[in-house]
């Protein structure tokens, strides 16, 4: 089991930036290839972007590369998704997800992700 808190969100014009938290307890998050996904309103969750266990693969939607980045620090377990150059279609709720996974294999879809955090809501005001 693996507990997951998302933090960081917020409101922000376009063309800011923020920058996510997932912090993890009761488990290391090294054991976890991690994600971001967002569900804007009214709309399915859907992939931002996944990291591997060791942070060596990425792998990015299309509408957020070169704009968004994703990391993680095992040690301090936690990832981080920074957001910058932000536009009003990023408002979401952004979720952390980690993924039980014994390789450096990534995978896109929301169902083969185990463990889920709250939720933190990024609003982009234009």
């Known amino acids: 089991q693996v507990q997951l808190v998302e933090s960081g969100g917020g409101l922000v014009q376009a063309g800011g930036s923020l920058r996510l938290s997932c912090a993890a307890s009761?488990?290391?998050?090294?054991?976890?290839?991690m994600a971001w996904f967002c569900q804007p309103p009214g709309k399915e969750r859907e992939f931002v972007a996944a990291?591997?266990?060791?942070?060596?693969?990425?792998r990015y939607q299309d509408s957020v590369k070169g704009r968004f980045t994703i990391s993680r620090d095992n040690a301090k377990n936690t990832m981080y998704l920074q957001m910058n150059s932000l536009k009003p279609e990023d408002t979401a709720v952004y979720f952390c997800?980690?993924?039980?996974?014994?390789?450096?294999?990534?995978?896109?879809?929301?169902?083969?992700?185990?463990?889920w955090g709250q939720g933190t809501q990024v609003t982009v005001s234009s």
């Open positions: 009761g488990r290391s998050l090294s054991w976890f290839a």
């Open positions: 990291i591997s266990r060791s942070g060596g693969s990425l």
């Open positions: 997800a980690a993924d039980t996974i014994i390789s450096e294999v990534i995978r896109l879809s929301r169902g083969e992700y185990d463990y």
